[in-house]
């Protein structure tokens, strides 16, 4: 690590496809490999795919890293990963080997090519749950709400339908 290391960014790490615990330790390993310090990692967490959920369900991680690299680095990183596993581009959504998102940089606002915290964070079970278990006071920096409460809002459903792997 560098002098100036940023210690608060949470990236979801998730598949669907093949051996998906296999592929999540993969991207984790991959992850560390190019400096990047994993701190905490939460329990698994399996869900239906979204929006169809015919397809295989996700396998779901969240991770809070270290890192010196800067939003814009950290993201080519990340589908840099992707790729070297195996995702291909396909259509939006469709089954993925690996997918790696940064969810909050720090609690930064970007709003631009790059748009942190990840723009539908707040709405999603398999994000929530994981990330209050690895840190019960974070609040999302747009919104300003508590993780708890976003969880709360979440509806009935999609708190049922998530589970602890």
């Not at 996700?58 to 596993?85: H, V, W």
């Not at 209050?132 to 049922?160: F, G, M, V």
């Amino acid at each position: 690590m560098s002098e100036n290391p940023v210690r608060n960014i949470y990236l979801g790490v998730g598949s669907n496809l093949g051996n998906k615990k296999i592929n999540i330790e993969k991207a984790k390993f991959k992850l560390s490999q190019k400096n990047i310090f994993i701190e905490k990692v939460s329990n698994y967490y399996e869900s239906f795919s979204w929006p169809n959920t015919k397809d295989p369900k996700f396998l779901n991680i969240i991770i809070k890293i270290i890192t010196i690299k800067s939003p814009k680095n950290l993201i080519k990183l990340c589908k840099e990963i992707e790729r070297d596993m195996g995702r291909k581009k396909g259509p939006k959504n469709s089954p993925r080997i690996c997918d790696i998102d940064v969810i909050d940089y720090d609690n930064r606002k970007l709003d631009g090519d790059i748009i942190l915290p990840h723009p539908r964070m707040h709405t999603r079970n398999f994000v929530l749950i994981p990330m209050y278990e690895l840190d019960k006071d974070w609040r999302h920096p747009i919104l300003k709400h508590s993780i708890k409460k976003l969880i709360l809002s979440l509806p009935n459903r999609d708190i049922r339908s998530i589970k602890q792997i």
